[in-house]
Structures are given as C-alpha cells and as structure tokens.
C-alpha cells in the first residue's frame, strides 16, 4: 500500500476514534443532561442529582445548574411560606376589625337607635328626662365616630395623605407605647409620590411595631433625611437586638416576616435595605428610597381655589383636568376643586402666572 493510502487510513482511523471519543465523552452526557433539565421543567427538583459523566466541564455545568435550582427551589419555599402568612395575617386582621365593628360600634348605634326611640315617647310627658337622653345618645354617637376614627387611621393614616410624610410618622410617635418614640427630620421637607408615601410610613410603623413588642426597647428612633436624590428613613432601638441574616430570603425561615414586607416593599420600589442588629445592644434599619417628588409647578402659579400664590416645591399637590394641571396650597383646596371644577377653572384662565 503507498504512503497516500497509509495517510487516508490513518486519518480516516483517527476521525473514527475522535467521534467516538466526542459520542462517549461529550454528546451523550449532554444529551443526558438535556433530559435531566426536561424533567426538571416538569417539577422533579431531583432530576440533576445524579451525575451524567464526560468530561468534567459537563459536570461542572449539572453541578451549577443544580445550585441554581437549590437557590429558585428554596426562594420558591420562602415565597409560598411568606405568603400564607400574609394570608393568615390578612385573615386575621378582617377578623379583628369585623370584631371591634360589631362588639363596639355597632352595639353603640344599636343602643342610640333604641334610646332615640324611648326618647322619642318622653318628649312630651317628660321634657327634662328626654333631655338628658339626648345628651346620652350624643355622648354615644361621639364614642361611635371616635372608634371609626381610629379604626380608619389603623387602615390609612389621614394624616399621611394630608400632611405627608413626617407629619404622619409625628401621629404614629404620639400613640400610646411603652418605648419613647422620637422623630427627626433632616433636609428640606417635600412630598413624594403617594406609593413611596405610603412604603416608607408602612416600613416605619413595621419596625416600629417590632421594635416594641419583639425587642422590648425603651428608646426608639425615627429619623427621616431628605436629600437631593433620594430620601433616607433610618429606625433604630435599643432593644435586645437579633442575629441578622447574610440572605434576606432566609427572614420568613426565621419568623421574621415583617422584616422580610419591609425588604419586599423596599425593593418593589428600587430601594434599598441595610440592617444592622447585636445582642443587648439595639437594632437598626436604612431605608434609602430614590427621590420621586410629587409633580410640582416650573413656575410660581396660582391656586385656582384660594388664588394663593404657590412658590416652588411649595404645591401640597396637583390634579389633572381638561389637559392642564391645577396647584393647590393645601387638601382643602383640592377637595373643593375635586368636588366641581368647573367652578374654578374659569378663575384660573383669568389669572396671570407670576414668574
């Protein structure tokens, strides 16, 4: 056989052996490993465990994608448990409240409605009594709209969509507590869009309720720092503190659900969370939050209900009519507007911009 003939043969032998070697070491695994990750799209977590041999490159792979499906199987578990609490707290919250509407508001119109009644038949035989019925059922109904109040602040602050922000956190201090509630505030004080309103106030109240009944601090801090770009909200105690965890996804495996709301409320608006916690010594939460103010005007405007003259970054907020936005000074003026803006819009047109 001449040399050319030996060549072909050789090659030809030796891209036999390459294939083989690629079939056996590199194609088949794969193609195991493809199988393996079909039956994991079908819910079998162990699918990866066992190995699918080649070369060690496929293995490091399987091992990878292993981790990867530790880590989705394992927030999975977190977010389903975090769920079913929340469920179970919301449950329980539409318990309480259905329990105070119905053993004490209800039962105080119950007993108005009954002593109306009575009052109504001493009217004319016995003046000075249906008098002081009067002032009994008046003393009632003051009692009723009170609880009402109060179970309205539980759900929404008031105080929060009227005033802002550190006005709101200023009511929440003044609740009765067993820890001395301060408030600071830092920067120049502005409105923020409602939803980040209601985050920060909500991450507030939770840290604040956990520093009370968890921790058993005696002191607590809430400070609220406006700067240029972003709004920082720090709460910090000094309670027994707690061990904080490297992997936020490990709070609901740990009984710490309202931290674990914070942190999702936090990041659910770009924001970020740092915790900070040593025994005996206190704990302490940053919240930074980036700056998204409520619309306000370029120019000094007018309101178009009180005609005050509006500076910048002075609007309390705006409403939308016809294409245009109106400025108000503060939530009487909107509500006016809200209610028939029609009666006010003509004014506005009439009125020159201040620059």
């Excluded at 792979?61 to 880590?71: D, K, W």
């Excluded at 109040?149 to 201090?173: F, N, Q, S, V, Y």
């Excluded at 985050?199 to 700067?227: G, P």
């Excluded at 370029?298 to 009519?321: E, F, G, L, R």
Aim: charged content about 20%; aromatic content about 6%; some cysteine.
């Amino acid at each position: 056989m001449t040399e050319p003939l030996w060549l072909c043969a050789f090659l030809l032998i030796m891209l036999f052996v390459v294939n083989t070697w690629l079939i056996w070491r590199v194609l088949s695994p794969l193609r195991r490993l493809a199988r393996q990750a079909e039956r994991l799209t079908l819910g079998d977590f162990s699918a990866l465990e066992l190995s699918c041999g080649g070369i060690s490159e496929i293995d490091a792979l399987r091992r990878s994608m292993m981790a990867m499906v530790g880590h989705v199987r394992r927030s999975h578990e977190q977010s389903h448990l975090y769920a079913s609490v929340l469920t179970n707290g919301q449950e329980a919250e539409r318990t309480r409240i259905a329990r105070d509407l119905h053993d004490e508001t209800v039962q105080l119109f119950i007993a108005i409605a009954q002593e109306t009644d009575l009052t109504r038949s001493l009217v004319e035989k016995h003046p000075t009594k249906a008098i002081e019925m009067l002032k009994t059922i008046r003393t009632q109904a003051t009692e009723a709209v009170d609880n009402l109040r109060h179970l309205i602040a539980d759900l929404r602050p008031p105080a929060l969509e009227e005033l802002g922000l550190t006005a709101a956190l200023k009511m929440l201090a003044e609740n009765p507590s067993h820890a001395t509630i301060n408030v600071e505030v830092e920067g120049v004080e502005r409105r923020l869009k409602e939803k980040y309103e209601l985050a920060l106030f909500r991450c507030a109240q939770e840290a604040v309720n956990n520093a009370q009944h968890h921790s058993a601090a005696s002191e607590i801090l809430v400070k609220v720092t406006y700067q240029p770009h972003q709004i920082l909200l720090t709460v910090g105690d000094n309670g027994m503190g707690f061990s904080v965890p490297a992997d936020f996804n490990c709070l609901a495996s740990n009984g710490h659900y309202g931290l674990l709301g914070i942190h999702e409320r936090v990041q659910s608006l770009n924001g970020t969370l740092q915790m900070s916690s040593r025994q005996n010594t206190g704990t302490q939460l940053k919240i930074a939050m980036p700056c998204v103010e409520e619309d306000q005007p370029a120019n000094t405007v007018h309101d178009p209900v009180c005609n005050a003259i509006i500076k910048p970054h002075q609007a309390y907020a705006s409403v939308q009519y016809e294409g245009r936005s109106f400025y108000f000074c503060c939530p009487v003026c909107q509500g006016a507007f809200q209610k028939d803006p029609s009666l006010y819009v003509l004014s506005a047109e009439q009125l020159v911009i201040v620059e």
